[in-house]
């Protein structure tokens, strides 16, 4: 399999951890995967009546290195920009307040899951 095979895997195991994590902590699974031409919203959910955009960032056990490193200025601005085009999509109003949340998870070369770390309202729209 190739290592491209390998990391979607890697970030579908990824994805499913954080929307467990999620929903064991109230929040509602409103949508996985959603595709736009220029992106991709890894979970949309709900919690206290808050639309919660979650970016999922997955990789294997790295000593000093963080999933969360790769999520840098110009991926934030996209998640942004894709979180808006969502907003149309689904026709909800543009001031629709929402929030764009982080969740780091690692696991190590036996698949097993090291860590998942949670950052609530990470990226910031304003």
């Given at each position: ?9 890697l970030?579908?195991?990824?994805e499913?951890?954080?929307a467990?994590?999620?929903?064991k ?5 409103l949508?996985c ?17 808050k639309l919660?955009?979650?970016e999922?960032?997955t ?6 290195f ?5 999520v840098n200025w110009?991926?934030q ?5 894709i ?10 109003p543009?001031d ?15 698949d097993?899951l ?12 304003r």
């Amino acid at each position: 399999m190739s290592s491209e095979g390998d990391n979607k895997i890697l970030g579908q195991r990824g994805e499913d951890k954080a929307a467990e994590y999620l929903k064991k902590n109230g929040y509602w699974i409103l949508e996985c995967n959603f595709k736009l031409k220029r992106g991709e919203l890894d979970i949309v959910a709900k919690k206290n009546g808050k639309l919660v955009i979650v970016e999922v960032k997955t990789l294997r056990q790295k000593l000093g290195f963080h999933p969360l490193d790769q999520v840098n200025w110009r991926k934030q601005r996209q998640l942004i920009k894709i979180a808006q085009l969502y907003l149309i999509a689904k026709k909800l109003p543009l001031d629709t307040v929402y929030q764009i949340d982080i969740v780091a998870v690692q696991f190590d070369y036996q698949d097993q899951l090291v860590r998942l770390e949670h950052f609530p309202n990470a990226i910031s729209s304003r």
